[in-house]
């Protein structure tokens, strides 16, 4: 089944999933995921299908401590079905040295879509994060 979604209804989409985000409502943030989605997170772990995705993130989701997607842009290829935004993150921080105190991380993501729906989310983080207003770069450890 070949479904393209136009400019208007992707943006559409796309507005009411970021809601969901912001609202920790994982099952608005699912209803808008492909059966099988691949989430290649910034950390390099790829999850598959949306069932595998949604038991990874409902334990953050119950634990959201209020976490919220501000969006700076969003870029929109209606004739391929793909779309990429910009974001910052607000959340308590999850990195040992700061653990809880404010963090904003940057970052973008690009997203594919097949039959309306997400099958693959590319997601990609600034290295440098500020965490309680200080500027710290992220290390492999």
Request: glycine residues 6%; charged residues 30%.
């Amino acid at each position: 089944m070949k479904m393209n979604l136009s400019r208007i209804e992707l943006q559409q989409h796309f507005d009411k999933w970021l809601i969901a985000w912001n609202n920790h409502d994982i099952r608005g943030v699912m209803e808008f995921m492909h059966n099988d989605i691949v989430f290649d997170n910034w950390n390099g772990r790829k999850i598959s299908g949306k069932s595998n995705l949604e038991k990874t993130w409902k334990a953050w989701f119950m634990r959201h401590g209020n976490f919220k997607f501000i969006l700076e842009d969003v870029f929109i290829d209606e004739l391929n079905q793909k779309m990429g935004f910009t974001w910052q993150l607000e959340w308590p921080s999850l990195e040992k040295k700061y653990a809880g105190k404010p963090e904003k991380r940057r970052g973008v993501d690009i997203l594919y879509l097949k039959e309306g729906k997400i099958f693959k989310k590319n997601t990609y983080s600034k290295t440098t994060i500020e965490i309680d207003s200080l500027q710290v770069t992220m290390y492999a450890e």
